[in-house]
């Protein structure tokens, strides 16, 4: 297939790095792998990525310790600085690449999160974006002795309330609001502050906002939210959305074109909103040798204490004492209600799961960590770099994605063959920059406008 016969000929693939921080994608146990919260690791993965032209470097959060059972869960890598305070950090390392903070609506106040955001994007010279996350859970709620005092239907309902405040603050200064000359009389125009006032069913706030516009106006917004009503909030409010369907092309494109109409019912254009799937990337010389890569990463993802310990939360009962490589538990689940322990991750119908992980077993012959290996999350894409960037090339022209924002599954180092091999290949192919044009995340990103909403 020509490039001419796409339907975007000329788009260009947008990357970004999620550096996860919790979990275990990330492969805390081999002798090559750095720490997960020494500045070192993120000063010299934010690096990497800078090299490699990225778009963004994206910060997770962690309100809470990861448990299971009520215990610490000791498996995976767990205990996330903040995410500003680390961008912060980094901004003074870095001139080009985008700065991404997840931070919580539910859990934060629209007059300190904005100023927060505001000084990253300041600082930076407008590379600052804010990855709007909520939570209704209790578990993470019993941090802030709040339990779990958002009803689910109202979590979206205070992020946009919370959103638009910290628009109106962003936007509260003029942009000739400081004085550009010694020679002027006053530092500031008190006329060209304004006082930002909302009353809401979630806000009662009077503020006068503390900072300037940064050069990108606002920072960029992104959205993960993948409900129904996480997908209509980022057609309504975001910049960039971060799903998970990046890995199969037709279920990449299914969700793209599902966007796209949500952001034409919302009454923006089809191009206001890039989507980087997350994704994993693993590469080799050959589509064998990559494949073989590929399985020895999953079984050191997967290992038998965590293939247990994800059954342990689909059945509701202890199975660490079973042997992981044997068969599926006999008994049936417990149907218990999620708490949110280990993450976010809702079990919507344990008897309907163990189900499909029983008819699977039994039809392919697979142990209990084989099957949770082969049911759990789709990774991404494993391959030899050219034929990665022909696929790549591919799904970005057709549409289906603008880019990706990889995980990489090794702490610092992870993203060196992606840089240094990958980039490259889209480079010859015409899909991903030789530099970067401009000096904000907005400008990486090809978003249109200031960001200003006043």
Do not use: C
């Not at 912060?88 to 927060?116: F, H, W």
């Not at 939210?225 to 960039?240: C, I, L, Q, T």
């Not at 965590?306 to 538990?329: E, F, K, M, N, Y």
């Amino acid at each position: 297939m020509s490039s001419t016969d796409y339907p975007r000929p000329h788009a260009q693939l947008h990357l970004g790095v999620f550096f996860q921080g919790v979990n275990h994608w990330t492969i805390w146990s081999l002798p090559e792998s750095g720490s997960q919260i020494d500045f070192s690791s993120f000063r010299r993965m934010i690096g990497t990525a800078e090299r490699g032209l990225f778009d963004a470097f994206f910060l997770g959060e962690g309100l809470r310790l990861r448990e299971s059972g009520g215990k610490i869960h000791d498996l995976d890598v767990a205990g996330r600085p903040d995410a500003i305070t680390q961008l912060a950090a980094l901004a003074g390392l870095t001139s080009r690449i985008g700065l991404v903070a997840t931070q919580n609506t539910t859990y934060n106040e629209p007059a300190d999160l904005a100023r927060r955001l505001s000084g990253l994007d300041l600082l930076s010279n407008g590379r600052a974006g804010w990855n709007v996350v909520t939570t209704d859970n209790a578990w993470t709620g019993e941090n802030f002795r709040r339990g779990g005092y958002l009803d689910h239907a109202d979590r979206y309902v205070r992020a946009e309330q919370f959103l638009t405040v910290a628009r109106q603050i962003w936007d509260s200064w003029d942009t000739d609001a400081i004085a550009t000359s010694t020679d002027a009389e006053d530092w500031a125009d008190p006329k060209g502050i304004a006082t930002v006032g909302a009353r809401t069913s979630q806000f009662d706030v009077e503020i006068t906002p503390t900072l300037p516009r940064s050069p990108q106006g606002h920072p960029v917004i992104f959205q993960a939210g993948d409900s129904a009503e996480g997908r209509d909030f980022a057609a309504r409010n975001a910049d960039v959305i971060f799903s998970a369907h990046g890995s199969d092309f037709a279920d990449a494109l299914a969700f793209a074109t599902d966007i796209r109409a949500r952001l034409r019912t919302a009454g923006r254009s089809e191009d206001a909103l890039r989507i980087l799937p997350g994704t994993e990337i693993v590469l080799g010389d050959t589509e064998e040798e990559a494949a073989e890569k590929a399985h020895w990463i999953r079984l050191h993802q997967v290992t038998p204490a965590t293939a247990l310990a994800i059954a342990g939360q689909v059945w509701g009962i202890d199975l660490s004492d079973r042997d992981a490589d044997g068969p599926l538990p006999a008994e049936d689940p417990v149907v218990v209600e999620p708490t949110g322990e280990m993450g976010s991750r809702r079990w919507k119908d344990p008897r309907e799961i163990v189900r499909t992980w029983r008819d699977t077993a039994e039809a392919r012959g697979l142990s209990l960590r084989e099957t949770v290996i082969a049911l759990g999350p789709q990774r991404g894409h494993v391959g030899t770099p050219a034929g990665l960037a022909e696929k790549f090339a591919h799904f970005v022209r057709a549409g289906a994605v603008d880019g990706f924002n990889i995980s990489p599954y090794l702490t610092p180092d992870g993203l060196d063959d992606i840089v240094d091999r990958l980039v490259p290949e889209l480079q010859e192919r015409g899909v991903y920059r030789e530099r970067y044009a401009g000096t904000t995340l907005r400008e990486h990103l090809g978003l249109a406008g200031s960001g200003f909403f006043r």
